[in-house]
DNA sequence: AGCAAGGTTCGTCAAGCGCT
DNA sequence: AGCGCTTGACGAACCTTGCT
């Protein structure tokens, strides 16, 4: 079809030429661009309120300014995958495939998420790694880990979680407000629901203090309780919690531990130990596969952008292709 | 249904690294 | 040096799939 063209194809050349030259990768196409066309382009400046205006110069000498169709230098799709999403758009919609759009508008809403990742964005800074001028993003600490932060350094360090597991598979959650839950393993989970309710005397952690301490349940199992925390079993006989202050136990209660748990039995101790080290170990097993399975759908959705961007760049070559033979006639 | 092969998930161990 | 965290490797248990 005959091109009302000029402005188009000189578009389609700068928005080719711009997209090569943004990403190093690319040179090799650039130059064709460069050699095909032999254009020159000159980027004018961006007003406050105004569109760039872009002159382009023809082979023939004819300048062309370009306006609206060219947008603003913006940053690359590497970047920002919402901008790449963008640009996936517009030429979706330029190819009459309604089953493109669709995908492109899921991909663009999905990278708009993924964007927000803080994984994500770590892959793409370190795709980016090799082009300095380019801006990183800031590797924002996920929730977890903030959450983590602002967690009491006692806690963190004795007991990650407060979910633990008895030795016959029953469930223990220490709750904020000190309740202790109990919860059968399997599926009949809701119905081995029991609460021991435990008051928490004091919120404030002890810096410092690593006590390890079993509270035994009525059926006999023993489960460990933060470090933070003195469980202790009142004339009534409910268990009952309070700040430890270290090494100090008030005058006139009874501890709970189990008699199964003399404080001097260095095996005994050595077996605590180590079945710390195991459920922290445990859990440190379990999130770094979280974030591995994470990891690597990210990879896989830059995978996807890359793929897009590589159709998009191929079919401007094309088109540039086109238009060169069309005025070498 | 029963079985085997392959895949997935999970817990554990051990090595390495950084911090104090 | 000791400690805690991260991560690759390994094995066990469980799940899925294809075949008979």
């Not at 758009?89 to 493109?100: G, K, L, R, V």
């Not at 030795?167 to 839950?181: D, R, V």
């Not at 002890?206 to 079993?214: F, N, R, V």
């Not at 445990?282 to 959705?301: D, F, G, M, Q, T």
């Amino acid at each position: 079809m005959a091109w009302p063209m000029k402005m188009e194809s000189a578009a389609v050349i700068q928005q080719a030429a711009y997209t090569a030259v943004t990403y190093p990768e690319n040179q090799i196409i650039l130059a064709l661009i460069a050699s095909l066309a032999k254009v020159s382009l000159t980027t004018g400046h961006t007003s406050p309120t105004g569109p760039t205006v872009t002159l382009v110069q023809l082979p023939n000498g004819q300048t062309v300014p370009v306006h609206g169709v060219i947008q603003a230098a913006q940053p690359s799709v590497i970047q920002s995958p919402q901008v790449q999403a963008v640009q996936i758009s517009t030429i979706a919609e330029s190819e009459d495939s309604q089953e493109s759009v669709d995908s492109v508008t899921d991909s663009q809403k999905r990278r708009e998420i993924l964007s927000h990742d803080p994984s994500y964005r770590k892959i793409l800074n370190d795709l980016m790694s090799y082009v300095p001028a380019l801006p990183r993003f800031e590797v924002e600490k996920s929730e977890e880990d903030s959450s983590a932060a602002a967690t009491p350094a006692i806690t963190t360090v004795t007991v990650p979680t407060p979910i633990y597991q008895t030795s016959s598979g029953q469930y223990i959650a220490i709750t904020q407000g000190g309740a202790i839950q109990l919860a059968n393993n399997g599926t009949d989970g809701v119905q081995g629901l029991q609460t021991l309710t435990m008051t928490n005397a004091a919120a404030a952690a002890q810096p410092g203090a690593t006590i390890l301490q079993y509270a035994q349940t009525s059926d006999g199992q023993q489960i460990l309780v933060p470090s933070n925390q003195v469980v202790v079993q009142a004339a009534s006989g409910a268990y009952q919690s309070c700040a430890a202050p270290a090494g100090t136990i008030a005058p006139g209660v009874v501890m709970a531990s189990s008699p199964a748990l003399p404080t001097k039995d260095v095996k005994e101790e050595v077996t605590k130990k180590r079945e710390v080290r195991l459920m922290k170990n445990r859990e440190a097993a379990r999130e770094y596969r979280r974030k591995k399975k994470k990891y690597i759908s990210c990879l896989e959705n830059r995978v996807d952008v890359l793929q897009n961007q590589n159709v998009i760049l191929i079919r401007e070559l094309n088109i540039l292709r086109g238009f060169y033979c069309h005025k070498m006639e």
